[in-house]
Every structure is written in C-alpha cells, then in structure tokens.
C-alpha cells in the first residue's frame, strides 16, 4: 500500500506539473502569436518603402494568407492623471492587422458572446444590461480605430490602448477589470478626480522622436490621441506598454509618409520670378521645385501563412519573394541579403520569453523528476524489507521446485503490479485534478483563503487545465518502470538466495 | 515393533533396486572465516518404496543430508583428489537414473518439483496463503503459470482430495495461524503430495509436535506410504520414532553408522 501511494503520488504530480506548465507555455505562446502574426520582416526604425507592392506580392502567393504593413517605435505618453511613461507604439492598418493577427479579439470592452462561470461570480460590468449597447459601440470603435468626438460631432482617428496601461483598470480576483476614476494633484496642491473612462471620452498624449531618411533624430512630434477601446492579449507586458495608434498617424509623425522631393531654385536669369501657392493665393518667389515624390515607408510588414502551412516554408517563401521584390527596388529598399536575418518568425520575436519559460518547466520537472525518482528507492526499500521479511518463504518455493527466474519473476511481477495499480490511479487522480484545478483553486480560496493562481499577478485567468494524452502515457509507463526498477534489485537478491540459508533464516 | 519384524521389512525393501545411491557426500560450511565440516564422505542407498530413518544427535548433518537428497544443496567435491587410486568413491547422488551432483540447476529445480516432496519440522507454511492455496501452490510451481491454468480443476480436487483425506476439509479457505500445530503439519504434508513425488524427505516432521499429535502424523504417513508406495527419508532425532522405519541410518560426526 506504501509503495502504491508512493507511485500514486508521483505519478500524479509529476502529471500535474507537467500539465499546468505546459498548459501555461502554451498559453503564453499563443498569447505571443496572437499580435505578431506568423511571420514579420522587420526593417526597424528607418523603415522601407514600396510595402504596398511587397504585401502585393506577398499576397498572390499560395503560402500567404495575408499581410499587413505596422510601424513599431517606441514614445513617451502623457496618462490622464498626467503621469508620463515609456510606451510601445504600434502603428497599424486596422482591417489588415485583424486579418494578421487575432488583434479583434484582444477588444476587451464588448459584450461577452459566452460568459464564464467567473464573469457571472464578478458581476462583470460588460454583462449589464444596461451597458451592451455601449460596449457594442466600444467594439465597432476599437475595431475601427475611430471615436466619435461628441463636442465636434465629427468622427476622429483613435488609439487603442492596453488595458493595464492607465492604471484605471482595476483586475478583479475573478479576471474583470472594474475601470476606476483616478485622482490627479493640481497645482494648488488639491487634487482633482478624474471622471473618465478611456473608451468613452480618454486621450493620452504621444511624444515621438521623428527620425529622418538616414536615421538621424529630428524634431520631437506630439499629438493628442482620443482611446476608441483597450485591448487585452494576455501578456501583461504587452498589456502594460503597448498602444495602437492607426498608421498614417504614425507615418506622419515619424516622417515615414510619402512626402514631395524638392529641390531648391536659384534661377541667376530671373531672380524676381514668383509662384503663387494653389491653397492660400499668396504670391512669393519662386524658392523650390517639386522633382519627384518620396514614398511612405513602414518598419515592419506582418504576414499570416495559409492554415496548415509550415512556419518554415512560409519563411522561406517570405524570402524569396522579397528578393523578387527587393530586385524590382534596387537602391530604395533594403537589399535581400540585408534582410536576410531579419525576416523573423513569431517564435523569433518572442524568443526570449518562451525560452524563459520553456527553461522554467524544464527545471520544474527536472525538480519533480528528482523527487519522485525517489519513489525508486522507496520501493526498493520497502520490497527490500518485505524480501528479508519473506526469506524463509522464498526457501520454501525454492524447497517446492520455484526456479531462481521464477522467484524474481515473482518480485517484478508484483513490482508491476503496484506500479500498474498506482500509476492508472495516479493518471486518473493527475486527470482529475487538472481538469478540476481551477474547481478546486476556487474552493481552497473559499475554504482556506488560499489562493496561489491570483489573476491580478498573473497573464492568464485560469490555470491551464488541459492534459495532454501523449505526456499522461509517458508519466503513466515512468511510474511502472520505476516500481519494476526499485523491484528488481530485491528481486534478484532474492532469486541468487541460497534456498538453505533462506530455510535456516531466523 | 519386533526385532523379527524389523528385520523382514529390512530384507524386502533390499529386494528392490535402489532409488537413491549416495557416494562419497562431503559437506563443509563456512561461518565466516570458519570452515566448518558437517558430513564426512556419506555413502548410502535408499531402495523404492522403502522407509529410511536417519537418526542422530543435534548438528551430526541429519539435515544437510536431506538437503543434498533433495537437490536443494550440492556436495562438495571430494577433498581426497586421488579417491580413485586410494579406493575412494567419487561423490555422487544418484536419483533413479539421473546423477543429482552433474544436473543444471533447471533441472534439480524441475527434480524438486516433480519427484521429491519435503515436510519440514516448522511446516513453512506460506501465512498470506490460505489452506487450500498453499496446497495448489506445489501444483503451480510445477506446471508453471499457464500450465497451471489448464490443469487447475485438476490440481484443486487432488489438493481437496488429500486435505479431506487429513481430516481437514472444513478448514480449506482458513489461513495458517488459524489452525493448530499438527493441522498445520497435515497441510505442509499434502502439500508435500500435491505433485504425486516417488520420494518424499521429512525433516523432524513431528519435531515440533505433542506426542499425541506426533503419532497421529506419522500414522498419516504411513498410511501414505502403505496406499502410494512412497520412498520415505525421515531425519529424527527420536529414537523410538525411528525404529518404525524399515532400515535406521545413524550419522555419526558426519559418517553413516547404519543400525
């Protein structure tokens, strides 16, 4: 029974930890993927131009699904209770972006298509009735990165902002966010509340270093961006540090849009020629001449390869088109061998998180593995104890015509036997656990106020609770062959036994 | 039991061919560093169908004897190299045509299950088995996992068989410490039977037993031994035990003395 608990045990935690940091890379790898897309060819900064050409391109091959041109910098923004803080920018076509990546469903206020048993228990503000037909106007404006202004009437270009990046949001315990009205200190030392909800009537202020065509800094560009929505990937550092603001806005400020190339005139025949400007009708000299147009450049064009295809294959399908691409464009856009490397799948973007994670199962498991090896020794020592125990018995088989294998058989066979018994229970109690681990997380926090997975610390809500059945059978087989080791060693002391001595033995 | 008779016994067991021959048997243990002699060149033969005491004091070799009978132990091999020259015998124990010392370990194993049957003084009966179970237990090991499964009715009524002939069909699904010394003595003996051996070695089989009890298990032996024609090697230190033998063989300081 000892040696049956121990593998029960073993085998149902090494199961568990298996499943739930699995579960949890998972996850946090599917969160990874869900605004990156599959693929990014990434030219950061300065960027590069003819995008429009290239996700054409791109689009007409069979391996693509679709592709969509983003800017990413980085910013200082000014939050409504006027903190100023460090932001990544993101800079996006709305339609194309949704086409990439899953960024519509990281809308966080919108009606709940499918509540969870946890939205009912927190009362979630998106469920009230009395809200949907907001929340369904917050969806539409986040989708559209637009936001009727109400004073003007007019509808305007809006940001959308993550949901932990104001502070505003208040993480309930059941994974809701309650938005909150923040205080802001006034200049004679009062402070004032601040009545806003982002999505309603926010605005953050953007600061942005522009740089020009080489890379060098110009003029820093600010702007007053209105919020349509905020949006939740399950990343909280994505969460914390990410707003999305519509291309052109970006292009714009980073004098990445397409701009007239002039040159200036110095005519030593007719130094008094004029020209008249077409919008205003001022009369002035003649001080430049448009010569040609600069396109609009972008850092980064995401792609989403067709359903089922191989992150590898669509890579390498990426490259070759952007030689054909980067041939059509010599001297304009970064050559092929400069973008050799920068082609980057989701997995190279998010390298060092899920490596980081990946190395935290790894060391979890190794951990676990360690301590149920130990299971081994327990039953070694218990099938020890129970050898010397039944020393005069194995004599008396011995007496009876049991052969030397026969008596080991007999050993590993009962080896086998607890560790069949012990690892179909403890398979089924790890199965168990795992599919009811937020079941049961719940009710310790109700019973015993203890709560280990607290949604206000961590990306997620609930625990992953899937069990793989591949990683079940390798646990499961393990927790055999340890009981069929820890068994042999007795096994065969009791086999090589000199059946006189063991009919002697006292 | 007259000397007469005694003597008649004796003379129609020689009558038949030797079932059992002893050659030159040595035997020395080691207890640490300390060899210790036990049997000192043993020559003996038991004949078929033949009752054979072997009397003698506490450590005289009585068991090691029955042991290397039963295959359970080997011989040494013979201390004098030159036995031969020196009209010495070799060692051997010989069982029916087989040379018991030349046998793979396989085979003494098949030789204990198939043809020897032992009772021991302790019983040794298996405490987690019940009555029944430790009787079929000899079948099993005898016809191996799957050959017991095909002969198991088989098995199961002879072990049924032989409890009910001991007096002790109503205590088959009992385990061994519910039952008493000489019942529990009664169930190591047909375990002993359940394989149908030609031979069957008994260490002090009523060694642990009132005289009362004693008695009635050497009936149930004899009365085996008269129904089932069996060769008996009995180890006893009892003298007025071993005169109910046919032929009474004294070990002396490890050497035959036979009475």
Redesign the interface.
Known sequence: MLAMAAVLLSVATILITWSVMGGFLKTLISSGRTLVGDVAIVWPNVGFAHYDDLIERLEADELIDSASPTIETFGLIRLPDDRVELISIKGIEASSYSDVTGFVDTMWWKPIDEPTPKDYEGDDIRLQPENISMFTDMEASGISMTRLNPSSGKVEAAGVLGIEVTGQNYRTKWGGYYPLAPNRAMPDGGVERIETFMPRDGEVELTILALDSSGHPIDPVRRVIPIANEFQSGLYEVDQGTIFVPLDIIQRMLRLDAAERVELVRDDQNPFEIVVDPETGEIGPKMKEVIGVVPARVTTVLVRGVDGAELEAVRSRIRAVYAEFADAHVGEVPSAFQMENQIKTWEDLNRTMISAVKKETGLVLFIFGIVSFTTVFLVLAIFWSMATEKT??I??????????P?IAWLWIRYGASIGIVGSVTGTAVGYWVVLNINSIHDWMGRTFGLVIWDPRQYYFVEIPSEVEPIKAAIVFVIGILTCVVGASIPAIHSARM???KA?RFE | MSMQTQTNKAESAVQTEPILSVRGVHKTYKLGRVKVPVLHGVDMDVHQGEWVTILGASGSGKSTLLHLLGGLDRPDKNPDKNADKNGGSQVSVQFEDRELTRLSKRALDRYRADDVGFVFQFYHLLPELSVLQNVTIGGMIKHGRFGYRSNRKEIVDRASGLLDRFGLSHRLKHRPAELSGGERQRVAIARALINEPSLLLADEPTGNLDVKTGASILDVIIELRRDAGLTLVMVTHDDRIAQQGDRVIRLVDGRVNEA
């Open positions: 005069k018995d004599g008396v088989l011995r007496a009876l015509g049991a052969s030397t026969g000199d059946p006189v009919l």
